[in-house]
């Protein structure tokens, strides 16, 4: 089947799995829109190197917490004549601490920013897709959001609720040509995960998963690019995990 050219935004899209998804896209023939932190000092160099490398990818500077910014990023999407047909919800922060020392600031930012987000920014061009009767919606949770994780009850809360968000939004608008997914990585070779100690890292993360590695971001883009096709049409609110064996459910 062959694919139409359509507009895809990424939040959070300059980070590992948000590069390897924007990639992914762009691949497919796509236009291919990315959001960072409004103070991301590394943006300008980081489109440059992906233009090197053959990506021409749109940035966006955008606090996806924040209801205004984001009514703000519709407005400029609009004003640029981008009609959005694939949004892959992926930005979000952890502030892990258990729940007896968790401040109402750590709950709060964590469900702002990875929770609030999916309703700021999904808000933005839930329209767009329903006028035109075709849409994907990808909100990328986590391993965590299916079996918890000691110190994250605010993250896991947050990835928890949003797979609610997408099987109720999933029901709203599959009569529309619109599929809404949940997407629940486990442990990836990313920055994030690098930065864990590498003792820690092999024997309380590697050494738990079956197929014995960490996952690459480039095998949960690609998932992530299949469920944005044509082909995947009859697939919605599902949640596929990928993760090593990790958590089978």
């Not at 703000?72 to 694939?86: F, M, N, P, S, W």
């Not at 990328?140 to 299916?146: E, Y």
Request: charged letters at 20%; proline letters at 2%; a neutral charge.
């Amino acid at each position: 089947m062959a694919t139409e050219r359509r507009t895809a935004l990424i939040t959070g899209g300059m980070g590992g799995l948000g590069q390897a998804i924007a990639r992914v896209l762009h691949d497919a023939g796509h236009t291919v829109l990315v959001t960072h932190s409004p103070g991301n000092s590394r943006a300008d160099a980081w489109l440059q190197g992906q233009a090197a490398a053959g990506y021409e990818f749109q940035a966006y500077g955008v606090d996806i917490a924040d209801k205004a910014s984001c009514r703000e990023l519709g407005h400029k999407l609009r004003t640029a004549g981008h009609h959005v047909d694939i949004l892959v919800n992926n930005g979000g922060i952890t502030r892990d601490v258990t729940f007896r020392k968790m401040s109402e600031d750590d709950w709060d930012a964590v469900l702002r920013a990875n929770l609030d987000s999916v309703f700021n920014v999904t808000r933005q061009v839930i329209n767009d897709m329903t006028e035109r009767h075709w849409g994907r919606i990808v909100n990328i949770s986590s391993i965590n959001g299916n079996k918890g994780q000691f110190g994250q009850t605010n993250y896991c809360a947050a990835k928890a609720g949003m797979h609610g968000f997408t099987m109720a939004l999933a029901q709203e608008v599959a009569n529309k040509g619109i599929t809404v997914n949940t997407v629940s990585p486990g442990y990836l070779d990313t920055r994030m995960v690098a930065a864990v100690p590498r003792d820690v890292l092999e024997s309380q993360i590697i050494a738990r998963i079956p197929v014995g590695r960490l996952g690459r971001p480039e095998e949960v883009a690609a998932l992530v690019g299949f469920i944005c096709s044509e082909e995947a049409a009859f697939m919605t609110g599902s949640n596929v995990s990928m993760n090593g064996g990790q958590h089978m459910h």
